[in-house]
């Protein structure tokens, strides 16, 4: 079992955009220890819960982080390794993971083995280490040789990871970052457009480096068992729940939701071994979902769906205390600085923050949040309720989204004259007919988390 289990909550950093640094790196200015801010919301990040830390790209860039320059050193606009190793330090002293960006699919144009290529051409020693490269064509930037682009990006330089010397370049970046900054996983961008082989290389390295490394990719679409497996990732980022929760919403369409979830984890699920499948509301590269949902006041609702269904929650730094941002071309308005101390002591109109830790404590709180089945107890275009259990607990998540009060039958197999708390309110009890059916009043925009006594 990896460091990283269903036990984990994750608070994700774009560090770049939530410090404060220039949008473009000088590469001649000494390194500025902006880094360091995050030491300072720790506390916060705990008092929502979260356990683990992904932070977004760390290492030298040009610009957004992902046009990596050098996998060795920190990105001078954030400090130095030293900075890192100070937070990382501090994160696991408090009993905390670290998760960090592995950028492998592409490197930037600062990137110094490419540097080298413009320099010196076909001679150079590293003419290898790019996909595709030809010296009989152009690259859009006027240099003299083509390239293979990520996405058609072409300031994002496809690595030729069959290259056995760019494998060990990468695996020798790993190692030190394990070594110095005692990492718990790693988060593979671009996961799907990374060669199979170059991940099952990647799997059996760090296997040897430490077993309970983490490996997360991220993946948009597909079918996430080709990337989940023993021998390549323990997870991906999981889009289709993503997609179906904010939708659910403001289509009014729960079945939608629905079905993902009886798709991924229901008794036939396809992901029902992938207890680490990484969930999110948002993140560094999506509309913000206070921006995403169409009635802010379903907020609530989402993050209560988020942390009582199957896999791993994450919280995107910000969405706690309602911050919005649309995506845009450039992507940086989604990753503002985050000014903390200024941010307490604001009103804000969505403030999440004692919601999201009070779901956090609950969900660590019961053993089935976390590691119980799923089961499908009721679908509808604005109420959805679903059964966690393990062992002899029982817990049923129910939602309802309408501006309306609704009157609900709910049909609790096995359940005959079981008596149910809601854990939200700790005084409303409901009992389960002799049928098993559970007659339930519920407000406008309500949710209830009922555990069987």
């Known amino acids: 079992m990896t460091a990283i289990n269903q036990n984990s909550i994750f608070y994700h950093i774009y560090p770049l955009g939530a410090c404060g640094a220039p949008h473009f790196n000088d590469f001649q200015s000494a390194p500025e220890p902006r880094l360091r801010q995050i030491l300072g919301w720790l506390d916060h990040i705990q008092s929502l819960g979260a356990n683990a830390l992904y932070l977004g790209p760390v290492f030298e860039s040009n610009s957004h ?21 100070e937070l990382a330090h501090a994160l696991h002293s408090r009993g905390m993971r670290l998760v960090l960006d592995g950028v492998f699919n592409h ?32 690259s859009p930037y006027g240099d003299p040789f083509s390239y293979a682009a990520w996405n058609g990006h072409f300031d994002l330089i496809k690595l030729n990871l069959a290259e056995p010397a760019v494998k060990q370049h990468l695996f020798d970046a790993i190692r030190m970052w394990k070594e110095e900054f005692q990492i718990d996983g790693i988060r593979l961008d671009a996961a799907d457009a990374l060669s199979f082989d170059f991940m099952r290389d990647l799997r059996t390295f760090t296997n040897q480096l430490d077993p309970d490394l983490w490996l997360m990719g991220e993946v948009i679409h597909g079918d996430y068992r080709r990337w989940t497996n023993p021998a390549m990732l323990h997870a991906t980022t999981n889009y289709e729940l993503y997609k179906s929760l904010y939708s659910s ?20 699920g396809i992901y029902k071994e992938i207890p680490t499948l990484y969930n999110f509301a948002d993140n560094h590269d999506v509309s913000r979902i ?10 609530s609702l989402l993050y209560f769906l988020l942390f009582t269904m199957p896999g791993v929650p994450s919280v995107y730094y910000g969405s706690e205390f309602g911050f919005e941002g649309v995506k845009q071309s450039d992507d940086w308005n989604l990753r503002p600085i985050f000014a903390l101390h200024e941010l307490q002591n604001l009103a804000h109109a969505f ?12 969900r660590q709180s019961e053993p089935a949040l976390r590691f119980g089945n799923y089961e499908q107890v009721l679908v509808a275009s604005r109420q959805l309720a679903f059964s966690r ?33 809601d854990l939200l309110s700790q005084e409303e009890f409901f009992t389960a007919g002799s049928d098993g059916t559970l007659q339930l009043a519920m407000k406008p925009n309500q949710v209830r988390l009922l555990k069987n006594g």
């Not at 110094?112 to 290898?128: C, H, I, M, T």
């Not at 403030?351 to 609950?362: M, S």
């Open 290 to 299: 206070a921006s995403q949902l169409r009635d802010k006041q379903h907020l």
């Open 65 to 85: 982080g992902y046009d990596t320059a050098d996998y060795f050193h920190v990105d001078r606009r954030l400090g130095a390794r030293a900075d890192l190793a």
């Open 249 to 268: 919403f403001n289509d009014g369409n729960f079945f939608e939701l629905a079905y993902s979830l009886n798709r991924e984890f229901g008794s036939g």
């Open 107 to 138: 490197v930037g144009r600062n990137f110094w083995a490419f540097r080298d290529l413009q320099e010196n051409g076909v001679n150079s020693p590293y003419r290898n280490w790019f996909a595709d490269l030809r010296f009989d064509q152009r």
């Open 389 to 421: 259990e393990t062992g002899n607990d029982c817990l049923v998540a129910v939602v309802n989204s309408a501006a309306e009060p609704i009157e609900l039958s709910l049909s609790l197999r096995g359940k005959a004259n079981r008596r149910f708390l």
């Open 351 to 362: 403030d999440l923050r004692g919601w999201i830790g009070h779901l956090a404590w609950l």
